[in-house]
């Protein structure tokens, strides 16, 4: 019975791809509701087929995430990119508050293979615009994988290479202590949206995040993408009305990014750990325009600006606070929903440029449109990229303070001095003082922090002087400060 | 029992407020239930901030003899969580009603471990008497949200009693065996056995005599944080039992604008040495400078690191971080003004705007997405600088309603809607 289903499923595609004798054939034994098990097997067979080629682009990775007190694995998905071992893990997967100098001992493991054996990598940064993460396995293992590009057909590169209701399969990894067995998914497409990369939603889960999805023939129809929350109601005995909570598969995912969405930006291979170089505008918190108040404006589309940063390209263009930005080099932006995925549309505008590059902002400001060409600079040091360092006997990490630091603690760039706690160890001296993560320090032992650079020594020089007794933070948070005494003795 | 402590029991009332509420989007009345004292032949009753507030729409004061009569509210003073009503003498007078008045006793002669009882209407029960002693004759407590919002216990310390004082005890007197006031109940901790605090006999006097010749205490403010000393001498160098620690200076202050910073030590007020090496030694340090006449010129003596300098400002009328509040019907809209001190608090650039504090499911506000907590700073890009402005906006939308353009902050970020009618 379910092989007719998925057969009479598979109706409309197979009337669109008229090329394949084959499939006409599906579709005239599926209209007389046949059941041929024959024709199952060939199905199966052929997807088996296309299966064991392609689980080769498909390995686990894991890495060590080291902090001041432990050294944590992480196990995630990665999709192979290149011949010379190149791999790709999603965003999300790495902790953006630490640096990446943090992250330690990439393995690389073969789906189905036992974890014993494995193979390292070197680890490449992240790509600013796709926020890929990229790895280079080393060179044993690369005959052992395959690159997506391999499966790639002449229509994986249009733009919209699967259509709704078209079947999709992909590949889910199980756990380390499963070996990371390779497990089959498949479901029709229920959805392609613009959020603003062309993304597909199928039926029911596809694959897991960073791993690519394929179609029937077993071209790469694109990546898995984090998944949607859905909503259930929660009922139980003791609450009988029912709660609304939203959950989320984090192992597996409906949705993924269109090939074409995905094809293009494998080659940003970063060439620094950081990422750099990395554009920046300065145009801070960006907000959409509810549909509303685009009529009210009478606007197409467009985004507001909540905050012109100081020293920003932005506020250099002469661009102001609550500005709107309706059009970037002459395009307006276009009409995307939901409503704030707007946002990300502006934010990959600027992404996708370089430091250098010109960018010409149409805005509204009240009832005046205005033109500003803005040249984009590097974006300022970022706090991945600043220099820590953790003091044992105090209990507390020093971070030096970034200009995104500043912009958080709603700071004026003059007032940008200080080190950042980035960490507190629990009832530690500083702990126990009430040093908190995320506290700015501004003076230590009653002197200005001037750099990051004297508070490490003077820092230092407390740690190593055992004969000292206490050390006292002016620390702000909020916009308090606060003087916290830290008893050494 | 003491001649006087009946005499006192004749003077002690139970108060009923009816009350006007912002919260949800549209004005709602709801009832609380309080105790309160009588302090003079012309009928001026005592009790707390917390139970009486500019808010009450309606005041009735349950004698001793249970006969029910009217009351206004004089004027309150949440920082000390006191309230001034005034019986309605009219009414006593044609109802032929008597009552009693209670005096006050020095509440600096209080020690540990007096007997002392709670007088009141916990959980609305009339006149309930509970016995119980002074635990602690100098707590100090300061709470920013403590009185419904509003800031209390920057200015005094609290009597702490194990006299069981539960909610409605609030506002009635904490007395001695003959029946002298030494104290106005206030609060306990909940979940907590026999913790409860009043506010002492010799603050309710000054803040009774305030408000019944002004309606209201005015306090002057630099924007001083202070912190307690305690053994930090050695760090700062200081003698013992000297200065007081600055812990923060507010942004955009008087004493921030003077050049004070978080650190610093403060040696002396107009000459006046100071010593805050504890806690409950702040509120008479804070005191000392609320005390003074606002726009009057203050000069601190301050230590920085080996370097003592004096540092003059001019104070400021000390406001609240809660702002006045307002009903907009036809929007479903209730909202506070962002006052000064909020802006100060929350690192708002300057007290534009007022704050959502409720929207009613359905009304234009409701539908255009605003929501708790969002700050509005326009309404059709007119810079709502006063809560006036808002009210002229809502006045022309209610003779001729129309879409209008309300630009608001959350978090920081602004957003724009349309409300619709």
């Known amino acids: ?489 | 029992m003491h001649r006087d402590f009946n005499r006192l029991l004749d003077a002690v009332v139970r108060i009923d407020v009816r009350e006007v509420s912002y919260d949800s989007g549209v004005k709602l009345f709801s009832a609380g239930v309080g105790s309160g004292v009588i302090m003079s032949a012309d009928g001026l009753v005592l009790t707390n901030a917390h139970v009486a507030s500019p808010k009450a729409v309606e005041i009735s004061v349950t004698l001793a003899s249970l006969e029910r009569v009217g009351a206004t509210l004089v004027g309150w003073d949440h920082w000390t969580d006191l309230a001034l009503l005034r019986l309605d003498l009219e009414e006593t007078k044609r109802r032929r009603l008597a009552f009693t008045h209670a005096k006050f006793a020095d509440s600096d002669r209080l020690y540990p471990g007096q007997i002392v009882f709670a007088v009141g209407t916990p959980h609305g029960l009339t006149r309930t008497v509970t016995r119980g002693i002074i635990s602690n004759n100098r707590r100090y407590f300061q709470d920013n949200t403590g009185v419904r919002g509003y800031e209390t216990g920057a200015f005094n310390t609290w009597l702490q009693t194990d006299a069981a004082i539960n909610p409605g005890n609030s506002g009635g007197p904490l007395v001695t065996e003959n029946g002298s006031v030494v104290g106005i109940s206030s609060r306990g901790y909940l979940g907590a056995n026999n913790l409860g605090f009043a506010i002492p006999a010799n603050i309710a006097r000054r803040v009774l005599d305030g408000l019944s010749r002004d309606g209201v205490i005015i306090r002057s403010y630099i924007g001083v944080v202070p912190g307690a000393l305690r053994d930090f001498e050695g760090f700062y160098s200081l003698a013992l039992n000297t200065g007081m620690l600055i812990n923060s200076v507010d942004p955009g202050s008087p004493a921030a604008a003077a050049g004070l910073r978080g650190g610093d030590i403060l040696l002396e007020i107009d000459g006046q040495n100071v010593d805050g090496r504890f806690p409950e030694q702040l509120p008479p340090i804070e005191n000392a400078i609320a005390s003074l006449a606002v726009g009057s010129t203050v000069t601190l003596k301050i230590k920085r690191g080996s370097e003592t300098k004096d540092y003059s400002m001019a104070t400021e009328r000390l406001e609240s971080q809660v702002g006045e509040e307002w009903a907009f019907e036809k929007w479903g809209l209730t909202v506070r003004k962002v006052s000064r001190a909020y802006a100060r608090a929350n690192q708002l650039s300057d007290a534009t705007g007022v704050i959502v504090l409720g929207v009613q499911p359905g009304f234009p506000a409701a539908v255009a997405g605003l929501s708790r907590g969002d700050i509005i700073t326009s309404i059709n890009q007119v810079k709502i600088t006063s809560l006036d402005l808002a009210k002229e906006a809502h006045a022309s939308y209610e003779v001729r309603p129309g879409p209008i353009l309300v630009e608001a902050q959350r978090n920081f970020r602004m957003s724009l809607y349309v409300l619709k009618p």
């Open chain 1, 1 to 489: 019975m379910t092989s007719v289903l998925i057969l009479l499923a598979g109706l409309p595609r197979s009337a669109t791809d008229k090329s394949s004798a084959l499939r006409r054939l599906w579709r005239a034994v599926a209209c007389f509701g046949v059941l041929t098990f024959l024709l199952n097997a060939a199905v199966a067979a052929d997807l088996r087929e296309l299966w064991k080629d392609r689980l080769k682009s498909v390995v686990a990775v894991e890495f060590f995430t080291e902090s001041e007190l432990d050294r944590r694995p992480t196990v995630t998905n990665g999709v192979v990119a290149d011949d010379q071992g190149l791999i790709i893990v999603q965003a999300g997967a790495m902790n953006p508050r630490f640096a990446p100098d943090q992250f330690k001992d990439f393995r690389v493991y073969l789906p189905g293979e036992p974890p014993q054996r494995f193979w390292s990598a070197v680890y490449l940064g992240q790509d600013v615009l796709s926020g890929w993460h990229f790895l280079r396995v080393v060179e044993d293992m690369r005959p052992f994988l395959a690159p997506i590009t391999r499966f790639v057909a002449d229509r994986s590169q249009n733009s919209d290479s699967v259509q709704i209701a078209q079947r999709v399969w992909g590949i889910g990894l199980r756990g380390k202590d499963e070996d990371f067995m390779p497990y089959f998914l498949e479901a029709p497409i229920g959805l392609i949206q613009t959020l603003p990369q062309r993304s597909a939603i199928c039926l029911d889960d596809i694959t897991a995040p960073g791993l690519p999805v394929f179609d029937e023939k077993g071209a790469f129809a694109g990546l898995g993408i984090a998944g949607f929350g859905q909503t259930y109601m929660q009922f139980s005995q003791r609450d009988r009305g029912g709660a609304a909570v939203v959950m989320v598969n984090i192992g597996e995912t409906s949705a993924f990014l269109l090939a074409a969405e995905v094809l293009p930006y494998l080659g940003r291979i970063p060439t620094d750990i950081f990422g750099r170089p990395v554009p920046w505008l300065g145009a801070h918190g960006l907000q959409p325009i509810d549909p509303e108040v685009l009529t009210f404006l009478k606007l197409d589309s467009g985004c507001v600006v909540s905050e012109v940063l100081a020293g920003s390209p932005a506020e250099k263009a002469g661009m102001k606070d609550r500005d709107m930005i309706v059009a970037i080099d002459g395009k307006p932006l276009p009409r995307l929903k939901p409503d704030r995925v707007v946002v990300a549309y502006v934010q990959r505008e600027i992404s996708r440029r370089r430091p250098g590059d010109g960018v010409a902002l149409a805005v509204q400001r009240g009832n005046e449109r205005l033109d500003f060409q803005v040249t984009l600079v590097e974006e300022p040091k970022m706090a991945r990229e600043a220099s820590r360092s953790y003091f044992e006997r105090l209990g507390f990490t020093a971070r030096e303070f970034v200009y995104a630091d500043g912009v958080g603690r709603r700071a004026p760039v003059a007032e940008h001095t200080g080190v950042v706690a980035h960490f507190v160890k629990a009832n530690s001296p500083a702990a126990t003082a009430g040093l908190g993560m995320d506290d700015w320090i501004k003076e230590i032992d009653g002197i200005p922090v001037a750099t990051y650079a004297d508070a490490a020594a003077q820092l230092s020089a407390i740690e190593k002087d055992l004969a000292r007794v206490e050390a006292v933070l002016l620390i702000r948070r909020g916009g308090e400060t606060q003087v916290l005494r830290i008893k050494l003795k």
